[in-house]
């Protein structure tokens, strides 16, 4: 290699490239190299997350950026993923990437091989990690590293065992090397008519950098974006471009066909010589656990084991932490406004900011027991396993096995979810994923169903199951049920597109290990508290203006005289009693003073912009069983589902500090009385009421961030609006049905 300026960002950092096959372990090399210096921001004009991280060398001080390349089998992009990589790699200037390192599977060396040929041909220097050796150690297989260097043309080749660490620092060594290197020679792949169509493209865009990889991109485009960003430069270019095009169809054949099949047969070639096995294949360990994990009927058996626990360890093994965080946040909230004035500003920062953080935080510890169990399953291999079960019972709705995990994490938060959809290749499965992915049942919904289940389904036992478990896993059910029937009719209304295969690759099974699963854990909660966090906590602060304002004086004024007539009659009663007479007198005097507090402050929510708004929407939410005062919730929860609990302990004079587990607020709940209309004196919650509040939370997409996400995922407002509208009057019809159905029955 010879010596060369390295490409420094416009922030001076020196970035390398990570790249390879999705189940090559790339993440795993990418979270050992990095460690917890990661950080999410978006690609440069696409709203597609990018992921990277900072790394030394021992006893040095420069920092390389590291940067997480979308995991693809080639470069020749067919899903979102697989374009990114492609303009990452291709991108010039900020950004540009001075090395590659280029993950193989060892045990898929072939396959692996394909990509790294077209590597090459973006002339950048390039190191090739080859990782899962021990795997293939353990066969009785060999791979002569050496050689594959040579075969390669000089490309530095790392053996990697990234779970123990071991070649980890050896390949940042040699990536640091490579940054001030050009890379030395070029193996022959494509035949002579494809060689001379990229020199005739060269020539065309002569005096820009224009590497073999952009203008192969550019001549074999399958999806039109290379061939526009070409031609958006050079406008003049498009009759030599077809005419390239037509020269190598009549030589080739097909113009696909003059890329795969040198590759190919190239990445063949290679493997052949540098491979050395054993004459005998001996049956794995993973084949082994596979005939019963696989199996027709043991298989699904087992995924909705591995699930269950999953789930049950969610919202068992999270509480205690869920509870700590509430009252920390209430803590909090206290001191911050301990020495500010009641007003505005005190009411801001902790029913708006404090308030709109806690909305989020509270939630971490589901997230996180969910992100470790993904992460098991993701380093362990099971993952694609159950994408591949799962395929059989999605196929026929227009989703597929790579709709699964995305569907699994939306189930503690539906912008993980949405996100993760990133690797479904197949547009039409990917959209139609997005639009259903927010119809699982999140965490958020929880506290919703927590409070009207205590208070209005009585706990009745059928042998070992209650009513109030059983209504709370009909909910659960409801969504995925409602979801399946929402893809089926998707499928055969806007998505109508051929079914694409799928091909998922299964790798062998591994020994997860503690610091790659809590790399993955930490990250991703990271990248989701900036952000939903981020979108919550705005979104909050506007519903928390819209309950404040407009803040009447004359209320104010007639709870104060309220407040100070009970100070003034506790004062004149305190000197004439002692001891216990005196501390219930005391007590009694507090209670009455935190009613009256809560009673000023469920005016003003009366009185506010919300509460107006409540009023007049409360005809289009009658129907349901509603009054304005749950109208005007259900609207305060926007931003986060769970706010709707604040906003009726609030609104029946309660506090917003009021929770799902308040006796207080359940016997409100029940309490609760029509005030107007015909129905005026009536009881105002039943468990009619209280199922059609649930089935609408069920249904409706009452979350600011998801709807967000789902715009940046799909890069259109059409779609998010889509999916607002569409959950809001399928939430609205379900919920009217529900109502009326039991409260037909008496109920």
Avoid at 101 to 123: K, P
Avoid at 506 to 528: C, D, E, G, H, Q
Wanted: with cysteine; proline share 5%; net charge neutral.
């Amino acid at each position: 290699m010879k010596s060369k300026p390295a490409v420094v960002t416009s922030r001076g950092e020196t970035t390398i490239a990570i790249c390879g096959n999705p189940n090559s372990g790339k993440t795993t090399i990418f979270n050992a190299i990095t460690g917890l210096s990661q950080k999410v921001a978006n690609y440069p004009g696409v709203t597609v997350e990018r992921v990277t991280g900072q790394f030394t060398l021992r006893n040095q001080t420069e920092s390389f950026t590291l940067v997480d390349i979308p995991g693809a089998y080639s470069l020749s992009p067919f899903s979102p993923d697989e374009q990114i990589a492609v303009d990452a790699l291709s991108s010039q200037g900020a950004g540009e990437p001075s090395a590659i390192i280029c993950v193989v599977d060892a045990t898929q060396l072939e396959r692996g091989l394909y990509i790294v040929l077209q590597l090459l041909q973006y002339e950048k220097p390039l190191v090739v990690a080859l990782t899962m050796v021990d795997l293939l150690d353990s066969r009785g297989t060999t791979i002569d590293c050496k050689l594959l260097s040579s075969e390669l043309g000089g490309v530095p080749v790392i053996p990697v065992i990234a779970p123990k660490g071991k070649g980890i620092e050896i390949l940042k060594r040699e990536a640091a090397a490579a940054v001030s290197s050009v890379q030395n020679g070029m193996v022959a792949v494509f035949p002579d008519e494809v060689e001379a169509s990229i020199e005739t493209l060269r020539k065309v865009g002569s005096g820009s950098k224009l590497s073999r990889g952009y203008l192969q991109r550019v001549l074999f485009d399958r999806n039109g974006a290379s061939e526009r960003h070409f031609l958006t430069l050079h406008p003049t270019a498009k009759p030599i471009l077809q005419d390239c095009r037509s020269r190598i169809s009549t030589q080739s054949g097909e113009l696909s066909r003059a890329e795969t099949e040198p590759l190919t047969r190239s990445a063949g070639q290679i493997a052949t010589k540098v491979v050395t096995a054993q004459s005998k294949q001996a049956t794995t360990i993973t084949e082994k656990i596979d005939r019963w994990l696989l199996h027709p009927l043991l298989g699904p058996l087992a995924l909705i084991a591995v699930m269950a626990f999953m789930f049950q360890s969610i919202f068992s093994w999270a509480q205690p932490f869920m509870e700590g965080i509430d009252i920390a946040i209430g803590w909090l909230g206290a001191m911050a406004t301990s020495s500010i004035p009641v007003g505005p500003l005190h009411s801001l920062i902790e029913d708006g900011i404090i308030g709109g953080a806690g909305a989020v935080l509270v939630f971490i510890p589901q997230i996180v027991i969910l992100f470790i169990g993904i992460a098991i399953l993701e380093d362990s291999g099971y993952i694609t396993r159950a994408a591949f079960i799962v395929d059989r019972l999605f196929r026929f709705c227009g989703l597929s096995g790579k709709s699964f995990i995305p569907m699994l994490s939306s189930f503690a938060c539906a912008v993980p979810g949405i996100m993760a959809t990133r690797t479904i290749e197949n547009r039409s499965q990917r959209f139609l994923t997005i639009l259903v992915a927010p119809l699982m049942t999140c965490s958020a919904r929880l506290p919703v169903y927590t409070i009207m289940i205590s208070a209005f389904i009585p706990l009745k036992y059928y042998g070992p199951f209650n009513l109030q478990g059983l209504t709370l896993a009909a909910l659960y059910l409801l969504g995925i049920v409602v979801a399946v029937i929402v893809a089926l009719i998707l499928k055969k209304t806007m998505f109508r597109a051929q079914q694409s295969t799928f091909m998922m690759e299964l790798p062998a099974y591994r020994m997860p290990t503690l610091r790659s699963v809590l790399t993955r854990v930490v990250n991703r909660v990271k990248s989701f508290i900036v952000r939903a966090g981020t979108i919550i906590l705005a979104i909050a602060v506007i519903v928390w203006a819209l309950s404040y304002f407009p803040h009447s004086d004359s209320v104010t004024a007639l709870w104060t005289e309220k407040i100070e007539a009970e100070n003034l009659a506790f004062d004149s009663q305190k000197e004439m009693v002692t001891g216990a007479t005196y501390q219930e007198l005391e007590q009694t005097h507090l209670s009455r003073l935190n009613e009256l507090a809560h009673g000023m402050a469920g005016d003003h929510v009366r009185n506010s912009w919300f509460g107006r708004i409540g009023r007049a929407i409360e005809p289009v939410f009658e129907p349901l069983g509603w009054d304005w005062r749950i109208s005007m919730a259900a609207l305060a929860s926007f931003p986060a589902r769970e706010v709707v609990i604040a906003v009726l302990g609030t609104t029946f004079n309660l506090g917003s500090d009021a929770n799902e587990d308040s006796s207080r607020l359940t016997d409100k709940l029940r309490a609760a009385k029509w005030d107007r209309g015909d129905n005026a004196g009536m009881p105002l919650f039943t468990p009619a009421v209280a199922l059609s509040i649930m089935v609408f939370f069920a249904l409706c997409c009452q979350c600011g961030a998801t709807i967000v996400t789902i715009r940046q995922e799909t890069a259109s407002w059409w779609y998010a609006s889509f999916a607002f509208i569409y959950m809001t009057t399928l939430a609205w019809f379900m919920a009217f049905l529900t109502y009326r159905v039991f409260n037909g029955l008496g109920l």
